[in-house]
């Protein structure tokens, strides 16, 4: 028997233009890559976790010699705000790369497993938006879709 998934995602052409991501939340990542730790990579990444009372944690990527000691921005951002909040449920993951060259990057399959985990911990699905120096941003109600089949450990 053969099945069929299907991704639904949001495409904003101008994200500097649209009210869905609001303007101090955008300076804020844009101001945030400059503290990125990435001198192996050389790649900034920035994330700004919103919970759903609004409180706002951040994260960069933290890069280490010891390349897979490092970890990416939404993990660092995703883990802290679920350590300082574990019993609230978060609203909304922004993850911005310093890339103006193609569409906004997306996470990679270790942020994944994380963010896709932390949403099943909630039991409600959170908003992801996915930007960069360009103009055009995505958007994914849920993190299902974008880890199909993703483990979990037997009940
Ligand atoms: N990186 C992130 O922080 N988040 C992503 O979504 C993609 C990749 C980081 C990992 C590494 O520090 C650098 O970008 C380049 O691989």
């Known amino acids: 028997m053969e099945h069929q998934l299907t991704l639904h995602y949001r495409t904003y ?3 500097r233009e649209t009210l869905a991501i609001p303007k101090r939340i955008a300076e804020q990542l844009e101001a945030l890559l400059i503290s990125a730790y990435a001198p192996y990579s050389r790649y900034p990444v920035s994330s700004i976790v ?3 009372s ?3 944690i951040v994260g960069t990527n933290q ?5 897979p000691s490092g970890l990416c921005a939404e993990r660092v951002a995703v883990l802290a705000a679920k350590a300082a909040h574990p019993d609230e449920a978060i609203q909304t993951v ?4 310093g890339e103006s ?3 906004p990057a997306a996470p990679c399959g270790s942020c994944r497993q994380v963010l896709h985990e932390t949403e099943l911990r909630q039991k409600r699905p959170f908003e992801l938006i996915l930007l960069n120096k360009t103009n055009k ?10 880890l ?3 483990f979990t450990l037997p009940k």
């Open 54 to 56: 609004g409180t706002m």
């Open 101 to 103: 060259e193609r569409e």
């Open 63 to 67: 890069e280490n010699a010891a390349f």
């Open 94 to 97: 922004y993850i911005m790369t």
């Open 13 to 15: 052409e101008n994200w």
């Open 137 to 146: 941003a995505l958007g994914f109600t849920g993190t299902q879709g974008l």
């Open 148 to 150: 199909p089949f993703s």
């Open 50 to 52: 919103v919970m759903e």
